[in-house]
């Protein structure tokens, strides 16, 4: 017992190296001192010829019923027995590695505090999960990266866009989803909010029932499949889980959508859903306070773009009766 009342932690080797594979410094136990009995005066050491650090951290694992193998289960090799110190060793390092501290330690909310190695990042559920295995860390903290010097052409925008990797959403995405649809002389540019798992799967925004139901909706105002329509959304990876992307997502695709609207100079954007339209038109008021009228966009302090907000087709396809309202958005759209 050291001076100041608390255990001199003298650890065999075996246990330095199970408490090393766990991700646990012996450091870390000394605030548990009170807590775990003294390790043995006499800690058993390992001969020459002893097992490697994979096989004594094997051995020295307790096995499925939970007790710890005897020496004799290891061959002619010495394994630390089943003993009072390594049971309350093994009572703190699982302490340590994530159960709940009761008093002095632990949060307000009772949950543990984070020690020793950081958690390893695993890959994202799906189809991602045997593409993620090559791609490469960021530079910078995910919405750190600084913007990049944008190209002047979209064939090269499309390029940057597809290894951009300024917010977390690139971990999860199959591909990006850049925008679809006419680049020459484009009459209507259509904004939604973020791709769906179909766009995702396609690397196509607006496909599924969602994007049916707006080419319906486009056929019945006179923009037939081959007129000059250009789609894309505010960001272009997929958010997993079915939610709606985050303002520091927006944020940090923002720039590419600003450059898009630069090169394809569209002749009005309709903005799909209540994101797309604060978003765009850096407005706080809600999707009912938005659409219904014209709003006009800057582009480059002499090119004015007419928006129009109306509802997103996926909403619509939830609540029909609001299509009547978003005929009429189209309709407005059309005559500017």
Same mark, same amino acid.
């Given at each position: 017992?050291?001076?100041d009342?608390h255990?001199? /932690?003298t650890?065999?080797?075996?246990?330095?190296v /199970?408490?090393q594979e766990i991700?646990?410094?012996p450091?870390?136990?000394?605030r548990?001192?009170?807590e775990?009995p003294?390790?043995?005066?006499?800690?058993?050491?390992i001969?020459q010829?002893?097992?490697?650090?994979d096989?004594?951290?094997?051995?020295a694992?307790p096995?499925a019923?939970?007790?710890?193998?005897?020496p004799?289960?290891?061959?002619?090799?010495s394994?630390v027995?089943?003993?009072?110190?390594l049971?309350g060793l093994r009572?703190?390092a699982q302490i340590?590695k994530?159960? #709940?501290i009761?008093?002095n330690?632990?949060?307000a909310?009772?949950?543990?505090?984070?020690v020793?190695?950081?958690p390893?990042?695993?890959?994202?559920v799906?189809?991602m999960?045997?593409?993620?295995a090559g791609?490469?860390?960021?530079s910078?903290a995910p919405? $750190?990266? *600084?913007?990049?010097? +944008?190209?002047t052409e979209?064939?090269?925008?499309r390029?940057e866009?597809?290894?951009?990797?300024?917010?977390? +959403?690139?971990l999860g995405?199959t591909q990006?989803?850049f925008?679809?649809?006419?680049?020459?002389?484009?009459?209507?540019?259509?904004?939604?909010e973020a791709?769906?798992g179909?766009?995702?799967?396609v690397?196509?925004?607006?496909?599924?029932?969602a994007g049916e139901?707006l080419h319906?909706m486009?056929?019945?105002?006179?923009?037939?499949p081959d007129a000059s329509?250009?789609?894309? #959304?505010?960001?272009k990876?997929q958010?997993?889980?079915?939610?709606?992307p985050?303002?520091?997502e927006i944020?940090?695709?923002? *720039?590419?959508?600003?450059r &898009?609207i630069?090169l394809?100079?569209?002749h009005?954007?309709l903005?799909?859903?209540? +994101?797309?339209a604060?978003?765009?038109? &850096? #407005?706080?008021?809600?999707l009912?306070?938005?659409r219904?009228?014209?709003?006009w966009?800057?582009?480059?302090?002499? $090119?004015?773009?007419p928006v129009v907000?109306?509802y997103?087709p996926?909403?619509?396809?939830?609540r029909g009766q609001?299509?009547?309202d978003a005929w009429?958005?189209?309709?407005?759209?059309?005559?500017?």
């Open positions: 017992m050291a001076a009342g255990a001199d /932690w650890l065999s080797p075996v246990q330095r /199970w408490l991700g646990i410094e450091r870390q136990l000394r548990f001192a009170q775990v003294l390790a043995p005066a006499e800690a058993p050491s001969r010829g002893a097992p490697s650090a096989q004594a951290e094997h051995a694992m096995a019923g939970g007790a710890l193998p005897s004799g289960q290891a061959g002619q090799h394994v027995p089943p003993s009072p110190e049971d009572s703190v340590l994530g159960g #709940n009761a008093g330690g632990g949060r909310d009772g949950s543990a505090p984070r020793g190695k950081a390893r990042r695993e890959a994202p799906g189809s999960a045997a593409s993620t791609v490469r860390a960021p910078a919405g $750190t990266v *600084p913007p990049p010097a +944008l190209p979209l064939s090269a925008l390029d866009v597809a290894v951009c990797e300024a917010c977390p +959403l690139y995405r990006t989803v925008g679809s649809g006419a680049v020459d002389t484009v009459q209507w540019m259509v904004i939604g791709p769906g179909h766009d995702d799967r690397g196509l925004p607006f496909q599924g029932r139901l319906a486009l056929r019945a105002v006179g923009v037939g329509v250009f789609y894309t #959304n505010l960001v990876c958010p997993r889980g079915s939610r709606n985050t303002p520091e944020a940090a695709c923002r *720039p590419y959508l600003l &898009q630069t394809l100079k569209p009005r954007i903005a799909l859903g209540h +994101l797309a604060q978003s765009l038109l &850096q #407005n706080p008021l809600d009912e306070q938005l219904g009228q014209v709003h966009l800057d582009v480059d302090g002499a $090119t004015r773009i907000a109306t997103h996926a909403w619509l396809l939830l609001a299509k009547a009429r958005d189209l309709n407005l759209a059309r005559s500017v």
